[in-house]
């Protein structure tokens, strides 16, 4: 699963690391956590960019899960992408006893992964959007394509 940080608040003139999210990021990340729930998936890690924002959405996700869990939130610079190519390849050398993992990041790496990974383009993924990929591989270094659905706050508001 590789999922969008949450809509920032720009109240505050400070560094891109250091900006939060807004209220709507806020609520946002509670119904597409929620979402994620009632899909019934079992994660074994959570990655996430080391920047505010996204840390707070992962940790929103973290706290909502409906299974009991003793996952705790991995953060990487790595993570911290635009371009999805540093994603791509975090992704492809994930630990191969990992099944399902969730990677909080940003923008332009989730636009480009849903084309790369899922072969769908001209995909603008939203904050909060979640793309949940499905591989058959055996190992993380052998993906190339799969399939992909997405979820974002829009519809479910």
């Known amino acids: ?7 920032s608040s720009w109240e505050d003139n400070i560094d891109d690391l250091k900006r939060p999210i807004s209220n709507q990021g806020y609520t946002d990340s509670q119904i597409m956590s929620g ?16 920047s505010k924002r996204t840390l707070q959405t992962a940790e929103i996700f973290h706290n909502n899960l409906s299974y009991s869990s003793n996952i705790n939130i991995v953060k990487s610079f790595d993570l ?11 992704v492809k050398n994930i630990n191969n006893k990992l099944d399902n993992v969730m990677i909080f990041t940003h ?17 603008h993924v939203p904050t909060s959007g ?7 591989v055996s190992l993380w270094s052998d993906i190339i394509k799969g399939k992909c659905n997405y979820y974002f706050p829009k519809i479910f508001k």
């Open 80 to 90: 911290y992408d635009f371009s999805g190519n540093i994603v791509d390849e975090f």
């Open 130 to 136: 979640i793309l949940i990929f499905e591989f058959d």
């Open 35 to 50: 979402i994620f729930n009632n899909l019934d998936i079992k994660i074994n890690a959570i990655f996430s960019s080391h």
């Open 107 to 123: 923008n332009n790496s989730c636009n480009k992964l849903a084309l790369v990974y899922g072969g769908i383009s001209n995909l």
């Open 1 to 7: 699963m590789i999922i969008r940080h949450a809509k």
